[in-house]
């Protein structure tokens, strides 16, 4: 099994930034990656990020290039997504998994999910 929390959601003004982590505990051989996803009101919850627990195999969401950066501390354990520039669209619950597979942008490839964080952006 692995164990996946979320934190450092909140509520945060247009323009602003917040960092997201991710601790992940259990089974190292399920999670060779983890990824971002996000959910919004009304919407199908889609792909953010994702890194390799190596550091490589980086992949963004086009939304959000250039704004946002993923990236680990492995003797931590933990997967952080630093998040600049924020505006409205991007207010939703993200949740972080875990995968066998680097480099994955679809749900499916992730087979461990935590309960999410709310990210909340005012305009």
């Known amino acids: 099994q692995v164990q996946l929390v979320e934190s450092g959601g909140g509520l945060v003004q247009a323009g602003g930034s917040l960092r997201l982590s991710c601790a992940a505990s259990?089974?190292?051989?399920?999670?060779?990656?983890m990824g971002w996803f996000r959910q919004a009101p009304g919407k199908e919850r889609g792909f953010v990020a994702t890194i390799a627990w190596s550091g490589g195999s980086i992949y963004y969401a086009d939304s959000v290039k250039g704004r946002f950066t993923i990236s680990r501390n492995s003797a931590k354990n933990t997967v952080y997504r630093q998040m600049n520039s924020l505006n409205p669209e991007d207010t939703a619950v993200y949740y972080c998994?875990?995968?066998?597979?680097?480099?994955?942008?679809?749900?499916?490839?992730?087979?461990?999910w935590g309960q999410g964080t709310q990210v909340t952006v005012s305009s």
């Open positions: 998994a875990a995968s066998n597979h680097s480099g994955r942008t679809d749900e499916g490839a992730y087979g461990y």
């Open positions: 259990g089974r190292t051989l399920s999670r060779n990656a």
